[in-house]
């Protein structure tokens, strides 16, 4: 495989256009190409250090890396300081001389033009991972709006942004239909770098998701207006969401509720359903019980322990159990205490 100038910008050329990276870098892999496939039909001493330069037109420059040193101990990597002058007359100890090494034609063997290509494979990917890692390392905790691409039974694939996420099947919300096309939000929890490559944790299912989509709706949250202090979910079913106001003229639910139920009305959306409770935070567990059991109307609480007896008029009872014993369910989670309905 010969080498000329208008070959390489050619192929720097379908690089950018192919990969959409910055020119620079693709010239640097282009070089580390190239120096595999010198090394392989040209250099003996494999461990030898070499430069690549690349022209504006294409042009191909090798040079082979010697330390200039007093005494030298190797010299297939070091020269004496008389020796570099004879080359560059202004060279000092210490230095690195470049000894251009480029043969008359740049031709390649098969062997030689296969390494280069798995080098450049190789550089381009890992470019492709750190791109890719930097895109995403700072939107950790943030709700992301993805594109349904395909379905399967145990997994959804996502575009985000224009990168491919699989959303497995225990972070989908249980019963929820995904149709090819549609836009949802996911909760990117984490990014990580593994052996296997870089991670992208993203749920629908955690309380963390429920706290991202009210972030996104209600500004006075990141104000610190308002704070939410406790989350409970049956993901797909009901949220109960406790909030505290740190000013003592705003309603911290009507907050979250918002004017003309706007805000609520938009979480629903986004939830595709999901029913969500505000409760205000308090400090009398007995009101906090009966409010965590809205929207069944509580006769009386009495509380022994860890456990709460909650009296609730015959008509009550299955609202206070919720379907699925939701309801219960997630105000025992909430408030920390077993409760019993009579």
Not at 6 to 12: E, F, P, R, V
Not at 107 to 126: M, V
Not at 250 to 267: E, K, L
Request: hydrophobic residues 40%; contains cysteine; negative net charge.
């Amino acid at each position: 495989m010969k080498l000329d100038g208008k070959t390489i910008q050619l192929a720097i050329m379908q690089l950018v256009e192919d990969y959409k990276f910055d020119p620079a870098q693709i010239l640097e892999i282009m070089k580390l190409g190239i120096k595999s496939a010198f090394r392989k039909d040209f250099l003996k001493d494999k461990k030898a250090q070499l430069q690549v330069s690349i022209a504006g037109d294409g042009t191909i420059k090798i040079y082979r890396e010697y330390d200039v040193v007093e005494t030298p101990e190797n010299d297939e990597y070091e020269m004496t300081l008389e020796e570099a002058k004879k080359i560059l007359k202004d060279t000092k100890i210490g230095e690195k001389l470049l000894i251009d090494i480029t043969p008359e034609e740049l031709s390649f063997s098969r062997i030689a033009a296969q390494a280069a290509g798995q080098t450049i494979k190789q550089s381009l990917k890992s470019i492709e991972r750190e791109n890719f890692y930097q895109k995403f390392q700072n939107k950790q905790g943030e709700l992301l709006r993805a594109k349904v691409l395909r379905v399967h039974a145990d997994s959804i694939v996502l575009d985000i942004d224009g990168t491919t996420v699989v959303l497995g099947a225990e972070w989908q919300v249980p019963n929820r239909v995904y149709n090819l096309g549609e836009e949802i939000f996911v909760l990117l929890r984490q990014i990580s770098k593994g052996t296997g490559g870089i991670v992208l944790d993203i749920t629908q299912t955690s309380q963390d998701f429920i706290e991202a989509v009210l972030r996104k709706i209600v500004p006075e949250l990141d104000e610190g207006t308002v704070e939410i202090t406790r989350i409970a979910r049956v993901p797909g079913k009901r949220s109960k969401v406790i909030v505290t106001s740190h000013d003592e003229r705003t309603d911290p639910v009507g907050v979250m509720v918002g004017p003309r139920w706007d805000r609520i009305n938009t979480v629903l959306t986004l939830l595709d359903g999901e029913k969500i409770d505000f409760i205000e935070e308090t400090t009398d567990d007995h009101k906090l019980i009966a409010d965590c059991l809205k929207p069944a109307k509580v006769k009386a609480v009495e509380i022994k322990g860890k456990k709460a007896f909650v009296q609730v008029d015959e008509d009550q009872k299955a609202l206070a159990i919720g379907k699925w014993a939701s309801n219960i369910k997630l105000a025992s989670q909430i408030t920390g205490y077993t409760i019993e309905i009579q």
